[in-house]
């Protein structure tokens, strides 16, 4: 049977053939052992854990004599309120009120530190890698691919920050007054990443905010935890004591009492609007918090009467169904025009059906098990309710669900009684929508309390114009016959409304967790002379003609 004919015809029987036995797993993509960790870093020490610890279990499942079971592959700590704010103690005395080691060295010295773990880091790739595809069930290849890129992501933000160093080391002259102008660190941040892209995007927040002087609070997000347990003897010794801790545990019994303290600094966080109002609201000074946030999306397509729709459907099956759909700059729900419904559906049908589904390690696969548990009941409910309220599921085999799996489902006609109208499925489930005028897309997007991203499919100049202009002030980026997507990552990524607070690319991320200061004197001569001896000593890190190359 071909793949195509395998996908295609999805049957709950066929899709229970991907979860082998375990001797069927292939040796070089198996973990060599199980990874207990009994160690969490924290004041520059990796101390021991002999409490409650956190079983981690695979989404993949393997087919034994007692039936089909997730494959344990390690155990994390779960700490509790006391270590977490031991933790947020080191961190503190490391920043020192902006005193200390990491805030006022220099950003020569802070990049060198940098680019030392990264060194450590690379070391630790085929490791890590693995990780990714036991823990979340990425594919090999693109958790080859999240490892490449974010080593890719901290040299550009290296590059980045020397840039904007240099441009810093001159002094600005303006009405008798001369100046210095840099970037200066924020405190303590508080950094949690998502599942979905465990390394990539926790680093895309961490090592900026790590690089322009600030100190650390790193949770790892609930599943994708073991994966950072390699880096943790790089960040001990590449960081001064303090300056990088991790917490671990429940999020409910540990962030809260951090929050409350009024000791962190900078909330950045990969993950839901809700849970980002809820951390907010405890700070005892909200106007003193700088928040971070990756939010919901609920970005849509557009595909016009005069749309190619042969990439249309090719952009919407990558759109919608990378990582199975677990992105939060996947598309998420598909205005087509009436008069060219038919058509997709029957096109984006045969797609999707020529997708391999299979483990993450086989060669590839396209569609691979959730790591959430609950999801695949979740996913259900939306099509249970979906169906109940007019639509119908177009492709064959869509919805089938056994154990950690489901095969995407296309629906259609979706409506506004419908779950899956508003709320963000984050999994393998693409809702599609007729419609006669651009008008309803259009009112759709400025209802939405999501303002992330939106694709428009149209060869026609004046018909994509009049979407584009409406468009950016409801969402942060419009695509051009393209999916969705963060990248490159010089663009800025951001959201309008519940979709994101602050900007992140390789040059915002950096301002984002930094503040512009300066020093400022009236220019006469014995200022100048105080300034020059100074530079010329080298006396102060900030205030310095040093050219970084």
Request: glycine share 6%; aromatic share 8%; net charge negative.
């Amino acid at each position: 049977m071909s793949v195509t004919e395998f996908a295609a015809n999805a049957t709950e029987e066929q899709v229970k053939a991907i979860f082998v036995e375990e001797d069927q797993i292939p040796e070089e993509f198996k973990l060599k052992q199980e990874i207990h960790q009994r160690e969490y870093l924290s004041n520059g020490e990796m101390k021991q854990w002999e409490g409650d610890m956190h079983t981690v279990y695979s989404p993949v499942a393997v087919k034994t004599a007692e039936g089909y079971k997730r494959k344990v592959i390690g155990t994390y700590p779960v700490c509790t309120e006391i270590e977490a704010m031991e933790s947020l103690a080191a961190a503190v005395a490391a920043y020192d009120n902006g005193r200390g080691q990491w805030p006022t060295m220099s950003v020569q010295d802070r990049i060198r530190c940098v680019e030392q773990f990264t060194h450590k880091m690379i070391e630790q790739k085929d490791l890590v890698v693995k990780l990714i595809m036991w823990e979340i069930g990425k594919s090999v290849a693109d958790s080859v691919k999240e490892f490449d890129r974010t080593v890719e992501y901290i040299y550009a933000t290296i590059d980045a920050l020397k840039d904007i160093d240099r441009d810093s080391s001159r002094f600005v002259i303006e009405q008798g007054i001369v100046a210095q102008i840099r970037r200066s660190p924020l405190g303590v941040v508080l950094c949690m990443g998502p599942f979905n892209y465990p390394l990539n995007e926790t680093f895309t927040t961490l090592i900026p905010a790590l690089i322009m002087g600030n100190t650390l609070l790193f949770k790892p997000p609930k599943h994708g935890t073991l994966l950072h347990y390699p880096l943790l003897e790089a960040f001990k010794e590449c960081f001064p004591k303090g300056v990088v801790n991790t917490i671990y545990g429940r999020g409910h019994a540990i962030v809260p009492a951090l929050m409350q303290s009024g000791k962190i600094n900078v909330l950045t966080l990969i993950g839901s609007s809700k849970v980002a109002d809820e951390l907010k609201k405890l700070h005892p000074k909200v106007n003193r918090l700088r928040a971070i946030l990756g939010l919901d999306a609920k970005n849509a397509a557009i595909v016009t009467e005069n749309a190619d729709i042969d990439l249309a459907v090719s952009e919407t099956v990558l759109g919608a169904l990378s990582f199975n759909g677990q992105r939060c700059t996947a598309l998420k729900i598909i205005f087509v025009h009436r008069s060219k419904v038919d058509q997709f559906l029957q096109q984006l049908s045969e797609a999707v059906g020529k997708l391999k589904i299979g483990m993450p390690w086989e060669k590839g696969v396209a569609l691979t098990p959730l790591p959430e548990p609950q999801k695949p009941a979740y996913l259900k409910d939306l099509i249970d309710d979906a169906v109940a309220n007019g639509a119908r599921v177009v492709n064959e085999g869509g919805g089938t669900a056994f154990e950690s799996f489901v095969y995407p489902a296309v629906l259609y006609p979706v409506n506004k009684d419908m779950k899956v109208y508003r709320e963000e499925q984050f999994g393998p489930i693409i809702p599609v929508i007729a419609f006669d005028d651009l008008e309803e897309p259009i009112e759709y997007l400025i209802e939405s309390t999501h303002g992330q991203q939106v694709s428009i499919f149209s060869s026609d100049p004046t018909e994509t114009a009049s979407l584009i202009d409406p468009l950016v002030n409801q969402v942060s980026r419009v695509n051009i016959n393209c999916q969705c997507q963060r990248g490159p990552d010089v663009f800025p990524f951001t959201g309008r409304k519940d979709s994101a607070e602050g900007t992140l690319s390789v040059v915002d991320a950096l301002r984002s967790f930094s503040i512009r200061s300066l020093v400022a004197t009236k220019l006469n001569e014995n200022n100048k002379h105080l300034i020059n001896e100074i530079v010329k000593e080298e006396n102060s890190n900030f205030l310095s003609t040093k050219y970084i190359f």
